[in-house]
Each structure stands twice: as structure tokens, then as C-alpha cells.
Nanobody, 124 residues
């Protein structure tokens, strides 16, 4: 599975941004998908995940209500919509895919495939 994340950039606090992750190499609807992020000097942390069919989602507590994960199985793409961005959201955002679980996956070790990451920088 190849994952290509895009959509990152430099925005101001309070702005919105939508990340995309295009998948190839496997039937997309057989993959549960997730987003993680890693800020400088910090460990990679879970952001959000979505089940294979898109009917189940999971969010990190700090992002619930501001971020929304969605997927379009016809376009082999998963999205992360981010609203009310804060400087502490600055990080490299990674998409990940799991072929082993049907529902939303929250543990990084349960994802077998990772994208290259896209930088999100939020200025104050």
C-alpha cells in the first residue's frame, strides 16, 4: 500500500485546513485509515481514525470537535478536516492504513502502512 498525504501548509491560528491522503496498491475499502501527528521533540500521537466503511470514527480527546476524518472509497482517499487551528497543532501529519482491523484503529503499531507526512504550521 502506498499512501500520499497532501494539503499541509502555513496558516494562522483560527484558520481551517483539509489534509488528503491518497492510497494505492490495495482495495481501499479493505483498509481502515488513520491520521497521526508528530511535533518537534515529541512522540508521534494519534489524531483520528476511520473504519473501512466510514461508519465508525475515533478521535483523540484534544481534537474531538475541531477535527473531522472522512473517506471517499470511490476516490481511494481519506481526509482530515481541521478547524480552529492552534499553534500547538503544528506538526507533521501522517496518514496510515491498516488491513487487519475493520473498525477504527487507534494504536500506531496496528497500522502496517504509513505515508510520508505533510507539514502543518500554525502561526499565532
Amino acid at each position: 500500500v502506498q499512501l500520499q498525504a497532501s494539503g499541509g501548509g502555513l496558516v494562522q491560528a483560527g484558520d481551517s485546513l483539509r489534509l488528503s491522503c491518497a492510497a494505492s496498491g490495495r482495495t481501499f475499502s479493505s483498509l481502515s485509515m488513520g491520521w497521526f501527528r508528530q511535533a518537534p521533540g515529541k512522540e508521534r500521537e494519534f489524531v483520528a481514525s476511520i473504519s473501512r466503511s466510514g461508519d465508525g470514527t475515533s478521535y483523540a480527546d484534544s481534537m474531538r470537535g475541531r477535527f473531522a476524518i472522512s473517506r471517499d472509497n470511490a476516490k481511494n482517499t481519506v481526509y482530515l478536516s481541521m478547524n480552529s487551528l492552534k499553534p500547538e497543532d503544528t506538526a507533521v501529519y501522517y496518514c496510515a492504513a491498516s488491513q487487519s482491523f475493520r473498525g477504527p484503529v487507534v494504536v500506531s503499531t496496528q497500522f502496517g502502512f504509513w505515508g510520508q507526512g505533510t507539514q502543518v504550521t500554525v502561526s499565532s
